[in-house]
């Protein structure tokens, strides 16, 4: 069973930026689509942005030109450049892993089999 660790989450003024990142352990982001989703309390899960690495990648369109998803090869991670923030981003971002091939992007919760326990993101005006 692979385990995601995410990163980075924190508290930032409107206009600010954060970088998440996500590790697995036993899985490598090189090999698997990865994704990134965010839940704000009593709302639905969103997508924010999903990857097959490279230039193959898929963003909601609520964080289009202000978000970059990106992975590392060689460590194998996931990460989530996120600049221009607005309260509106706040939330529980959590990082999914597809661990199957052939995939592609998809903003899809239901293509995901494996997700991490979430960091929190917090954007004040």
């Known amino acids: 069973q692979a385990r995601l660790e995410e990163s980075g989450g924190g508290s930032v003024q409107a206009g600010g930026s954060l970088r998440l990142s996500c590790d697995a352990p036993?899985?490598?982001?090189?090999?698997?689509?990865g994704a990134w989703f965010r839940q704000a309390p009593g709302k639905a899960r969103e997508a924010v942005a999903g990857?097959?690495?490279?230039?193959?990648?898929r963003y909601g369109d609520s964080v289009k030109g202000r978000f970059t998803i990106s992975r590392d090869n060689a460590k194998g991670s996931l990460y989530l450049q996120m600049d221009d923030l607005k309260p509106e981003d706040s939330g529980m971002y959590y990082c999914?892993?597809?661990?199957?091939?052939?995939?592609?992007?998809?903003?899809?919760?239901?293509?995901?089999?494996?997700w991490g326990q979430g960091t929190q993101v917090t954007v004040s005006s």
């Open positions: 036993g899985l490598s982001f090189a090999t698997f689509c």
């Open positions: 999914a892993a597809m661990g199957y091939r052939p995939c592609s992007p998809s903003l899809d919760d239901s293509s995901y089999l494996y």
């Open positions: 990857t097959a690495g490279d230039k193959m990648t």
